[in-house]
């Protein structure tokens, strides 16, 4: 039986000093590939007006305009900090004229209805603090037929290589947050329930090697 989840900040990362420590491992992960930005654009996010949702220092939004030449990219981040490091790093990959950066929270988000193509988000899954709501708002921003793709870490996963990455990521100086979010993250099953109780009615919830990946489309208008 896996552990009970113990809720983690909602409030993101806002002290500029962790941002820039969370700034240096978010870079890593871009360079070793592990961000999903494959998964978002073989799921079928790849054109059109998308919404990122937590995109932290950018390097997944912008990493996903590169693989995504007809899309533009509207970012939601509830840190005035990390905003800041994610236009700068934007400014470095040349995209400013493709993503825009907005602060605010995701169980409120401040978008008209049917506003966009597609929705992703990676990693922040574990900090919402009512999933449900946020899901809740998913379906209201898509276009009918728009779909979402959210990945992040799992709580169930094998406590070895659990282990293996807490001992592996860099800088040293993220591995206590490594483990509240872990602490912090669903199982398949716990994520499964809280689509059940969600507007989205074409949805599936898998496992991979450490994480999970929920992906949904909204119905079209009949």
């Known amino acids: 039986m896996h552990r009970q989840r113990i809720i983690e900040t909602n409030e993101g990362i806002q002290d500029a000093m962790e941002v820039t420590v969370f700034d240096d491992f978010a870079r890593t992960m871009r360079d070793k590939g592990w961000n999903n930005v494959d998964t978002f654009v073989r799921k079928g996010i790849s054109r059109g007006r998308v919404l990122e949702i937590g995109p932290g220092p950018g390097y997944v939004g912008l990493e996903w305009l590169k693989r995504a030449p007809d899309a533009k990219l509207t970012a939601l981040e509830i840190s005035d900090e990390m905003i800041?490091?994610?236009k700068r790093n934007a400014q470095q990959y040349g995209l400013t004229d493709r993503v825009q950066y907005m602060q605010g929270n995701a169980m409120a988000m401040p978008f008209e209805e049917n506003a966009f193509d597609g929705v992703f988000s990676n990693g922040s899954l574990h900090e919402w603090e009512k999933p449900l709501a946020v899901f809740q708002e998913i379906h209201r921003v898509l276009k009918a037929g728009g779909l979402f793709c959210v990945t992040d870490m799992r709580r169930d996963v094998n406590p070895l290589l659990a282990?293996?990455?807490y001992h592996t990521t860099k800088p040293k100086e993220i591995r206590p947050g490594f483990?509240?979010?872990?602490?912090a993250a669903y199982t398949v099953g716990e994520l499964t329930?809280?689509?059940?109780?969600?507007?989205?009615?074409d949805f599936s919830v898998t496992p991979d090697f450490f994480g999970l990946t929920a992906t949904g489309r909204k119905q079209s208008m009949r």
């Not at 483990?179 to 602490?183: A, D, E, G, M, V």
């Not at 809280?194 to 989205?200: A, E, H, K, V, Y």
């Open 193 to 201: 329930e809280i689509l059940r109780n969600s507007d989205f009615e």
């Open 179 to 183: 483990i509240t979010s872990l602490n």
């Open 163 to 165: 282990k293996l990455i």
């Open 84 to 86: 800041r490091v994610a």
